[in-house]
């Protein structure tokens, strides 16, 4: 049974960073996907960036890219998403999700992940 803490969401002024961390204990190796996901009010769930932990490929949603990074450290099980040029576009809730036993070398955005955290709330206002 995987267990999430994310953590480092918050409230950030326009153009400002934030680090979201998204440590899955009971990942028993590292074929596997760690990905980030949000959700605005009255929106559907959008993929935002996601990455392999054997390969370290990534992959971005386009309307993040070139402002988002994710990285991870496999020793942790932890995933990070480095969120930089914020805008209130970006004001939701941001769910980590982790696919396990995935033996390919990318890794994708669709929502169909195996376990889900709980979220963090990430605020963008001035």
């Known amino acids: 049974q995987l267990q999430f803490v994310e953590s480092g969401g918050g409230l950030v002024q326009p153009g400002g960073s934030l680090r979201l961390s998204c440590a899955a204990s009971g990942i028993r190796s590292d074929y596997a996907l760690i990905a980030w996901f949000r959700q605005a009010p009255g929106k559907d769930r959008e993929g935002v960036a996601c990455i392999n932990l054997s390969t370290n490929y990534t992959h971005y949603a386009a309307s993040i890219k070139g402002r988002f990074t994710v990285s991870r450290d496999n020793a942790k099980k932890t995933a990070y998403l480095q969120m930089n040029s914020l805008n209130p576009e970006d004001t939701a809730v941001y769910y980590c999700?982790?696919?396990?036993?995935?033996?390919?070398?990318?890794?994708?955005?669709?929502?169909?992940?195996?376990?889900w955290g709980q979220g963090t709330q990430v605020t963008v206002s001035s």
């Open positions: 999700a982790v696919e396990t036993d995935w033996y390919a070398s990318r890794c994708h955005l669709a929502p169909h992940y195996d376990y």
